[in-house]
T-cell receptor, first 111, second 113 residues
């Protein structure tokens, strides 16, 4: 049973435009959500997180939105840059403990 | 810079020959994790240490063992690697409790001949 799902395996966006990556979860006990970025041959790098008491968290070009009623979160990257091309994983946890990862979305930003 | 370091980056071993992967951290985190990642799948948690307390995931094969001799180091031992164990192995660390992200090393890619 996949508790965290990223239904789009890949996404292609033009440089300068907005990238929107989506993530759905089923466990209503999840209260902390994270996004990681992974380049080939490197480990995942923490990008941004959000607690369930918030519905938005922003850090520079990256914004995460949380819709608890829909059990959905999204990562917005504006403006997208070629260096953002990577695999993005969303993850969720209960009380900040073990992470459950989604299957990842490969983002390609075209110049 | 404080970080999580995994050695080696690439490891080739023979079918059935024991192999050890290592992880060290300078973040002084009290929790260390080992994940297995195959192809483009989600990382799968194998086990974690909270300080010296070892916690095994229910579906982690007995073939996989771990040691944490001190706060900074953690080892993954695969006693008799099979072809299905070829994967990227990721080490991560975090503080326990509260909303703290896990920080990952760059992984060790294990190949089985």
């Amino acid at each position: 049973d996949q508790q965290v799902k990223q239904n789009s395996p890949s996404l292609s966006v033009q440089e300068g435009r907005i990238s929107i990556l989506n993530c759905d979860y089923t466990n209503s006990m999840f209260d902390y959500f994270l996004w990681y970025k992974k380049y080939p041959a490197e480990g995942p790098t923490f990008l941004i997180s959000i607690s369930s008491i918030k519905d938005k968290n922003e850090d520079g070009r990256f914004t995460v939105f949380l819709n608890k009623s829909a059990k959905h979160l999204s990562l917005h990257i504006v403006p997208s840059q070629p260096g953002d091309s990577a695999v993005y994983f969303c993850a969720a946890s209960v009380a900040g403990n073990m992470l459950t990862f989604g299957g990842g979305t490969r983002l390609m930003v075209k110049p | 810079d404080a970080m999580v370091i995994q050695n080696p980056r690439y490891q080739v071993t023979q079918f059935g020959k024991p192999v050890t992967l290592s992880c060290s951290q300078t973040l002084n985190h009290n929790v260390m994790y080992w994940y297995q990642q195959k192809s483009s799948q989600a990382p799968k948690l194998l086990f974690h240490y909270y300080d010296k307390d070892f916690n095994n995931e229910a579906d982690t094969p007995d073939n996989f063992q771990s040691r944490r001799p001190n706060t900074s180091f953690c080892f993954l031992d695969i006693r008799s690697p099979g072809l299905g164990d070829a994967a990227m192995y990721l080490c991560a660390t975090s503080y326990f409790g509260g909303n703290q992200p896990q920080h990952f090393g760059d992984g060790t890619r294990l190949s089985i001949l």
